[in-house]
């Protein structure tokens, strides 16, 4: 069957795309130096190798993937110093560039967090395979039987910014579940991706499956990323991940079909009930353990029959986090903690840094109104004793997730069991929330007769 041609739609521009540093950046690191008929000849090119090798991945069993992804973690660590290298290579040009310092936290990989992304590999390796699962099937009165089952996506393309440890982990969920995956990581990363996916594909290649199974095309800059979203019918599905202004773009401007994954405007509310050394501990782990990353807390709401904002909101200060805290808050923090006064800009704010937005509810219903006016969908959490304050907050707020007295970083697929994330989807069709392998397969309906025919 001959692929689909594929359709003119609008282009990131420069201005939009920014690959995530906010900086001033080289000709050559956002610009191909080829004509847009060659960029556009040679990502089509990629593509179609990509679906070649998709149907080899669609046919791989369970053991040849999990040697491959063990293979894949072996050489990181085999490596690790000359992606150490290259990566110094990309922060030190970030640094010259005024990248932000949580931006750069983003972009730094350290010897552990290599050996982080290792451990997300293995335990990929020792999760089921998704493909081939029933999720449902029958017999039906007629004889026929019935059932639908997980298969790969096929061709994904993933869009992203200054996260060297996104291309492992797409790649590694994606090999896992049977897929080929093209990727376009950004110039910010621009080093240390080309080495992690040489190393990927060289491991594919001994390991005999295809070493096309795992692209880039960052190589061709912006405009490499403009052809991929017009890839309809050469690409299956497109995850941008990253900040708002790509998400965005990427949703507003592909013909491809996307699946969206959000900012993360987290919310915090402590009930009146909420246990004051809980409270601040929790607060500490989800605004301060990493700040550059979505699914830490940007707004706490205290319940203004509550004692313990004194205590998170000293704590918080210690830190080195800055409130930015409405009137009743600043009343209530007079002469104790310093804070700086909050406006509409703050609610709104995913910081991804030590900055906080603080406010005063008198009840949960207010609380919940202002996530809803507020959040981006990703995650909320309640912190209380009262167990029908905590049904109701899990009933009335519609996020991705919903957190019961815990932090919110457990919003991630390695925490929730699933090895790896390729992103946090905040839609609510086909994938919502940290999408792991599942998340990566679609389903496909086997009817099995004898001599049937329908009357």
Same mark, same amino acid.
């Given at each position: 069957?001959?692929?689909?041609?594929?359709?003119?739609?609008?282009?990131?521009?420069?201005?939009?795309?920014?690959?995530?540093?906010? @900086?001033?950046?080289?000709?050559?690191?956002?610009?191909?130096?080829?004509?847009?008929?060659?960029?556009? @000849? @040679?990502? /089509? $090119?990629?593509?179609?190798?990509?679906?070649?090798?998709?149907?080899?991945?669609?046919?791989? /069993?369970?053991?040849?993937?999990?040697?491959?992804?063990?293979?894949?973690?072996?050489?990181?660590?085999?490596?690790?110093?000359?992606?150490?290298?290259?990566?110094?290579?990309?922060?030190?040009?970030?640094?010259?560039?005024?990248?932000?310092?949580?931006?750069?936290?983003?972009?730094?990989?350290?010897?552990?967090?290599?050996?982080?992304?290792?451990?997300?590999?293995?335990?990929?390796?020792?999760?089921?395979?998704?493909? +081939?699962?029933?999720?449902?099937?029958?017999?039906?009165?007629?004889?026929?039987?019935?059932?639908?089952?997980?298969?790969?996506?096929?061709?994904?393309?993933? !869009?992203?910014?200054?996260?060297?440890?996104?291309?492992?982990? !797409?790649?590694?969920?994606?090999?896992?579940? +049977?897929?080929?995956?093209?990727?376009?990581?950004?110039?910010?990363?621009?080093?240390?991706?080309?080495?992690?996916?040489? !190393?990927?594909?060289?491991?594919?290649?001994?390991?005999?499956?295809?070493?096309? @199974?795992?692209?880039?095309?960052?190589?061709?800059?912006?405009?490499?990323?403009?052809?991929?979203?017009?890839?309809?019918?050469?690409?299956?599905?497109?995850?941008?991940?990253?900040?708002?202004?790509?998400?965005?773009?990427?949703?507003?401007?592909?013909?491809?079909?996307?699946?969206?994954?959000?900012?993360?405007?987290?919310?915090?509310?402590?009930?009146?009930?909420?246990?004051?050394?809980?409270?601040?501990?929790?607060?500490?782990?989800?605004?301060?353990?990493?700040?550059?990353?979505?699914?830490?807390?940007?707004?706490?709401?205290?319940?203004?029959?509550?004692? #313990?904002?004194?205590?998170?909101?000293?704590?918080?200060? $210690?830190?080195?986090?800055?409130?930015?805290?409405?009137?009743?808050?600043?009343?209530?923090?007079?002469?104790?903690?310093?804070? #700086?006064?909050?406006?509409?800009?703050?609610?709104?704010?995913?910081?991804?840094?030590?900055?906080?937005?603080?406010?005063?509810?008198?009840?949960?219903?207010?609380?919940?109104?202002?996530?809803?006016?507020? $959040?981006?969908?990703?995650?909320?959490?309640?912190?209380?004793?009262?167990?029908?304050?905590?049904?109701?907050?899990?009933?009335?707020?519609?996020?991705?997730?919903?957190?019961?007295?815990?932090?919110?970083?457990?919003?991630?697929?390695?925490?929730?069991?699933?090895?790896?994330?390729? +992103?946090?989807?905040?839609?609510?069709?086909?994938?919502?929330?940290?999408?792991?392998?599942?998340?990566?397969?679609?389903?496909?309906?086997?009817?099995?007769?004898?001599?049937?025919?329908?009357?």
């Amino acid at each position: 069957m001959t692929e689909a041609l594929t359709p003119d739609t609008a282009v990131i521009s420069d201005s939009v795309m920014s690959d995530a540093v906010q @900086a001033p950046e080289t000709p050559e690191a956002g610009k191909s130096p080829l004509s847009e008929v060659q960029v556009e @000849a @040679a990502v /089509n $090119s990629i593509a179609d190798r990509s679906r070649k090798a998709a149907r080899r991945m669609a046919q791989a /069993n369970r053991a040849w993937k999990d040697r491959a992804l063990h293979a894949i973690g072996a050489a990181l660590v085999e490596q690790k110093s000359q992606i150490l290298a290259a990566n110094e290579k990309d922060v030190q040009a970030g640094r010259e560039n005024g990248t932000s310092a949580a931006l750069l936290d983003r972009l730094t990989l350290t010897p552990a967090r290599i050996d982080a992304l290792v451990a997300a590999l293995e335990n990929l390796a020792g999760l089921p395979d998704p493909v +081939g699962n029933v999720v449902r099937g029958q017999t039906l009165p007629n004889g026929l039987r019935l059932r639908q089952v997980n298969v790969p996506m096929g061709v994904v393309a993933a !869009i992203y910014e200054a996260r060297p440890n996104v291309t492992v982990d !797409i790649a590694g969920l994606a090999l896992k579940s +049977g897929n080929a995956v093209i990727l376009r990581g950004g110039s910010a990363a621009a080093n240390t991706n080309e080495t992690l996916v040489r !190393i990927i594909r060289e491991v594919l290649e001994d390991a005999g499956l295809p070493a096309d @199974a795992v692209q880039t095309v960052d190589q061709y800059g912006r405009e490499g990323a403009n052809v991929l979203m017009r890839a309809r019918g050469r690409v299956d599905v497109l995850i941008p991940r990253g900040g708002r202004e790509l998400i965005q773009t990427v949703v507003n401007n592909s013909s491809v079909p996307v699946i969206e994954t959000g900012e993360g405007n987290v919310h915090i509310f402590i009930d009146e009930s909420a246990d004051e050394e809980m409270a601040v501990e929790i607060l500490l782990n989800a605004k301060t353990q990493r700040p550059s990353v979505c699914n830490t807390v940007e707004t706490l709401l205290v319940h203004s029959g509550s004692t #313990v904002l004194p205590a998170v909101a000293a704590a918080l200060r $210690s830190a080195g986090v800055t409130l930015h805290a409405d009137d009743r808050v600043r009343e209530a923090l007079e002469g104790k903690v310093e804070t #700086v006064p909050a406006t509409e800009y703050d609610w709104a704010t995913e910081y991804m840094d030590l900055d906080l937005a603080v406010g005063m509810v008198d009840d949960l219903e207010e609380a919940v109104q202002h996530i809803r006016t507020w $959040s981006t969908g990703h995650t909320e959490a309640i912190l209380t004793n009262n167990l029908a304050h905590a049904e109701q907050f899990i009933a009335e707020v519609d996020s991705a997730a919903v957190i019961v007295n815990a932090s919110t970083r457990f919003t991630d697929g390695g925490e929730l069991g699933l090895g790896a994330e390729v +992103g946090i989807s905040t839609q609510k069709l086909h994938a919502r929330g940290p999408m792991g392998l599942t998340e990566l397969t679609t389903t496909k309906w086997i009817v099995q007769g004898e001599g049937q025919v329908r009357s």
